[in-house]
Structure formats: structure tokens, C-alpha cells
């Protein structure tokens, strides 16, 4: 089979694999859809895994062969996968922070080497452990919705990590796809959206998709600005420095600034403490998925009340994956989400 692999920072090449062998508990899936996500591309640019790997991992396919002794699925199933999925018995599993688990920190899906999502390649093999996450595709549906169930589930994720009320006021900063996906989302549950971004044309998109208002990013610390200290969270959906504390002094007393693509170890910066103490603010963080919401999301994108169709900007052969990434890092006004499609014809 034809996958993308790894050889080192910014090397990626298109090569030939054995198509993965399934064990007697274990699926072999032929990829659809696989998204392009900035935690690979962090990988990909910056070496901070070994190669060589298969990454991609916002991934649905057809099932294509079962082990033996697997139940529950049929080949011809069209599904949605999850590669790391908790134990739900451990500590961290007790405390609900099921990206801390063992077991989540493993990789369930692979298209050969160390396990790494595999959605770069035409087949991956999905382990057992991970099938708590799939989710199966509803007919009317397309494999494009299916790859976006994963993101979703982290954004969903987040939110629920905030103590917000219908009509509280949310900043979200940064109106890329994930920033997009925060919006909508909080505007279902009545939520106030104030939208920021860098990018006009973003801001036009983030009205679509129920924000309330909108700002271009510089323009927030304006003395005009009516955000001053009247929002009561901010949602920080790209890796700026500068606007968390900016971010610190928009929220009310006992408001909460939230991270979510902040992502890169060993990023620091100064900020002032009392606004943590003294203010009752809250600086928090959520990272990648939790299962339990998994059928709430798959209500969500399925009955198009968050239609991710909307997002899908650009469709890349497999042959072409070095480009989707490379535009993914450096989006231009017209994209969103990139994604990959296997047996998409290379043109």
C-alpha cells in the first residue's frame, strides 16, 4: 500500500508498505478522510518524535477485514476512529482527566512503525483498545463529517471545562477551524461569542457561525474596545503569548482564560500572579478528547446543527500530503481544514 512516512523534520515521503496484518481481536480499515491537525504538523516541523512514522489521525475508513474473535462490527461499516482512548480505571481516569491515562498515552491505530495515527497511508490496523472510540457512520452522511468527529470532541472537551452560563459573554481568539468549531458550539448553548482574528475574511465566516461580535485581532486593547473587562472567558485557540495576558486583564474578576493550542513544551512567559490570586481568575488548560462525549458529538455533526461540511476548504491526494501540511501551517484567508483523501485522484 502507498502511505506517507516521517523521515525526519520536514521530511515526508510517499512510499511502499505491506498493508498491515490484524490480529484475532484487532480491524484493518481502509482510510477515507484523514484531517490535517496542527499537533502533527508541531511534530512533523519540529522533530519531537523519532521517525521513521505514519501520523494522521482525524481519521474514518471502511472496515475491510475483522479478526476472529472481533464483535460488534462487520466489514462494509463505515466508520469514524479515536487512537488514544482512557482505561476509565486508573487515577487520572477517576479525575476525569483522561488525556493524563497510561493507556491513553498509547496509540491504538498504525499504519506500520511506532504506532502514530496512520491516517497518512491507504490502510491503517485499529487495536482493540481504541474501540470504545469508534463511531459508526449514519448513511446519509459523508466520510468527511466522520473525520471530524475527533477534533470536535477536544473542542466540545474544552468547553465543558468552562463555568459558563447562557448569555455570559466568550472571547475566542484565533477563527481558524478549531476557533470555528468553539463558536458554533457555544453559540448552541447561548452563549454571547465575541470572535477574533487576524484575517477579515475569517471574522465574515465567524458571523455564520453564530458569533455575536466580531474584532480584528490588535484592535481588542483599544480604549474604545467594549470587551475590557466584561467578558467572563476567553478561549485562546491559537499559541500567542501576548494575548494570554491580554487575555488575563479582558476577563472579569473570577472569569477564566482557557488554553487550547498551546501545545509545545517548554513555552514560557511572564505573567502577573495576582490576577490568578487576587482576582479570582482562572488559567486552565484542556488538551485532545474525552470519550464520554462521543455520542453528543456524533449527535452534534451528524444532524449538521455544527455543519463541519462548512469547514473543509481543501482536499489533498495522499500523493500531495507534504502540501496539506505545508499550507495547514501557513493557512492563507480562503482555507480551513485541510485534509487528505487516499484514493483522491492526484491532479
Not at 502507498?2 to 515521503?13: F, I, Q, T, W
Not at 471574522?203 to 467578558?231: M, Y
Not at 478561549?235 to 493550542?261: N, T, Y
Request: aromatic residues 6%.
Amino acid at each position: 500500500m502507498r502511505a506517507v512516512v516521517y523521515r525526519g523534520v520536514n521530511d515526508l515521503r510517499l512510499e511502499t508498505l505491506p498493508v498491515p496484518k490484524v490480529a484475532s481481536k484487532e480491524l484493518l480499515v481502509k482510510v477515507a478522510v484523514c484531517g490535517v491537525c496542527p499537533t502533527d504538523i508541531k511534530k512533523i516541523q519540529y522533530g519531537t518524535v523519532a521517525p521513521p512514522r505514519v501520523f494522521g489521525h482525524e481519521t474514518s475508513g471502511t472496515i475491510v477485514k475483522l479478526g476472529a474473535r472481533v464483535r460488534g462490527f462487520k466489514t462494509g461499516d463505515r466508520i469514524a476512529m479515536h487512537h488514544h482512548v482512557p482505561c476509565m480505571k486508573c487515577h487520572a481516569c477517576r479525575h476525569r482527566a483522561f488525556a493524563q491515562c497510561p493507556q491513553y498515552k498509547k496509540t491504538g491505530i498504525t499504519a506500520g512503525f511506532e504506532p502514530a495515527g496512520g491516517g497518512y497511508a491507504e490502510y491503517v490496523r485499529v487495536m482493540p483498545f481504541v474501540f470504545p472510540g469508534i463511531v459508526k457512520i449514519p448513511a446519509r452522511n459523508s466520510f468527511l463529517e466522520g473525520a471530524m468527529v475527533e477534533p470536535v470532541n477536544t473542542v466540545l472537551k474544552a468547553i465543558r471545562r468552562l463555568n459558563i452560563l447562557p448569555g455570559d459573554r466568550v472571547l475566542v481568539v484565533g477563527q481558524g477551524p478549531i476557533g470555528l468549531m468553539f463558536t458554533r458550539l457555544l453559540s448552541l448553548q447561548k452563549t454571547c461569542v465575541i470572535a477574533s482574528d487576524l484575517l477579515p475574511e475569517r471574522l465574515v465566516i465567524a458571523k455564520q457561525f453564530g458569533a455575536k461580535h466580531v474584532v480584528l485581532a490588535g484592535k481588542i486593547q483599544n480604549p474604545k474596545s467594549k470587551i475590557q473587562n466584561s467578558v467572563d472567558a476567553v478561549i485562546m485557540a491559537v499559541p500567542v503569548d501576548d494575548s494570554v495576558r491580554e487575555a488575563l486583564e479582558l476577563v472579569r474578576g473570577a472569569g477564566q482564560v482557557l488554553l487550547f493550542a498551546h501545545t509545545k513544551r517548554d513555552a514560557e512567559t511572564m505573567i502577573d500572579l495576582s490576577k490568578i490570586c487576587v482576582d479570582e481568575k482562572d488559567l486552565i488548560g484542556s488538551y485532545s478528547s474525552d470519550i464520554t462525549l462521543q455520542d453528543e458529538v456524533a449527535r452534534l455533526i451528524f444532524s449538521r446543527k455544527l455543519d463541519v461540511r462548512k469547514l473543509i476548504t481543501h482536499r489533498f491526494p495522499l500523493a500531495r500530503t507534504a502540501d496539506a501540511i505545508a499550507l495547514a501551517a501557513k493557512p492563507t484567508p480562503q482555507s480551513l481544514k485541510i485534509v487528505v483523501e487516499p484514493e483522491l485522484a492526484d491532479h
